[in-house]
């Protein structure tokens, strides 16, 4: 059984194929999928997606990309949506300084409102860290977060920063760039963190594993990413997929 730990289903990318898709994707070993919101269009998709598919469970925040979008109202509107039982954690939140904007100030302020959020719903939350590691560990210390714990999504920060967080009641999410031949630091993590804290995930539409790198991702390529960890850490597939599938059960209180 394979839990794909962060998808964007509601992508238009997904727009021709998505029923036919995800259909066929649960009778062939993907078990559950949780959606990642990130715009405040996607919170409502997500709703709509979560409702028509009963293995799909999903995330509602918004994405740093849009913190200059984020207010009050929207904090509520996530807030009443939450009550549904299929909302298994806040996100994707956190900080992303690659493109120089929202500025720095405007994300770390919704990072930390989010997160409080979270915090009074007693929700897991998702975090998108890019090119922000510091101020990421400082928020997250900052606002109590290991109180409801979480996922690092796309982890790409050290093995240092890694096994911290593990003690702040964060759980290591990879997927598709561990199987990239330039995916050393991702490597050292990956052999470094606990089989018991690591999750699997695709990003998709994004960063698809080889052999498939460049196209379209979607959660039936998660195979290539439990291959590449069993190989990595010396046991089997099985292993891989058992746990990770259990993990993300557990972090995310589902079952």
Known sequence: MIFDTHAHYDDEKFDEDRDSLLRELHKNGVSYILNASSSLESLAANMELAEKYDFVYIALGIHPEYADRIT????DKIRVLSKNKKVAAIGEIGLDYYYGEPSADVQKKWFERQIELARELGLPVII???EAHGDTINIIKKTKAYQVGGIFHCFSGSTEMAMEMLDYNFYI???GVVT???AR???EVVKAVPLDKLLIETDCPYLA???YRGKRNNSGYLNYVIDKIAEIKGISASEVADT???NAKKVLKIG
Do not use: I, Q
Not at 72 to 75: Q, R, S
């Open 180 to 182: 990239f031949k330039n």
């Open 173 to 175: 999410s990879v997927g």
């Open 185 to 187: 630091k991702t490597v």
């Open 244 to 246: 990770t599938f259990a």
């Open 209 to 211: 594993p080889k052999p």
């Open 128 to 130: 998108h860290d890019r």
């Open 72 to 75: 009050e109202a929207v904090l």
